[in-house]
């Protein structure tokens, strides 16, 4: 089957189609005609080794798609050959064919189509783990959103205003901004314009966010911690800066504060 290829860790540039052996379907497990390949920046991550899973050369990146049920193996009794599906596949999704656990399938929701389905399961479950479970975000709370018109960004947008928060949204354009007030921010905030930690004590009347959702990291989590409310909860999504900050301790005793961790890979 037709697969893009890492073969030695680098950049997307480094990428090349290739052939791989169709796979086949264990006890379990299920194989998927790939009909769409979700993007993150995960994928950037693991083709370059920095990733905390390292698949052996060759291998395909793409750890989510959407496509049909070609062939189910024992025991799959939940699916059929010609179901519509989304699946977590950890790499593997940019070829023609993928094999996942079962367990780690649903049935497309009626009305999605195969691109929207690709790029919802990552980006959606990370906004709702983060926010509901790790950070348990309460209706009229404060959440603060980094890098809102990324995917994960717009999703923990949408996902806080459903939650009932408070939503303000960093971004670095005036295009960006808008997209993330279309998605329900009630403020945005163009950070090269403007100081955001100002902005935001300005806004909350010297209190600041009570939930910091921070897929961004560097400067902006040593700045968000000096905008954060007392018992705030600061979430860790990653590291789009390229640099892991050194976490002033000392903050979080004066603030009574917490930094959580979010890896919602655990949880799929």
Request: aromatic share 6%; proline share 4%.
């Amino acid at each position: 089957m037709k697969a893009l290829l890492c073969t030695a860790w680098g950049g997307p540039d480094a990428l090349a189609m290739g052939e791989l052996p169709s796979p086949a379907p264990g006890s379990g497990e299920i194989l998927i005609g790939v009909r769409a390949c979700g993007l993150n920046f995960a994928d950037t991550l693991m083709i370059q080794g920095k990733y905390q899973e390292r698949p052996d050369f060759p291998f395909s990146p793409g750890l989510e798609v959407s496509g049909e049920v070609l062939e189910t193996g024992v025991g799959v009794d939940e699916f059929a050959p010609g179901d519509r599906v989304i699946a977590l596949c950890g790499h593997g999704g940019l070829a023609e064919r993928v094999v996942v656990a079962s367990g780690n399938a649903v049935r497309l929701p009626e009305g999605m189509d195969f691109v929207t389905a690709a790029g919802f399961a990552v980006v959606y479950g990370t906004a709702h783990v983060g926010l509901e479970r790790r950070a348990r975000l309460q209706a009229g709370e404060v959440l603060l959103v980094h890098g809102a018109a990324g995917g994960v960004g717009l999703a923990a947008v949408e996902v806080g205003r459903r939650m009932g928060a408070t939503v303000i949204a960093t971004c670095s354009s005036e295009e960006k901004m808008a997209l993330a007030k279309a998605h329900g921010a009630q403020h945005a905030i163009n950070y090269r314009e403007e100081n955001f930690r100002d902005r935001v004590k300005e806004l909350t009347d010297g209190r600041g966010a009570d939930v910091i959702f921070d897929p961004v990291g560097g400067e902006v989590f040593d700045q968000s911690m000096r905008c954060i409310n007392w018992e705030g909860r600061i979430l860790v999504i990653g590291f789009a800066s390229g640099t892991i900050s050194e976490l002033p301790v000392n903050l979080t005793l004066v603030k009574n504060m917490s930094v959580v961790g979010v890896y919602w890979g655990a949880y799929r």
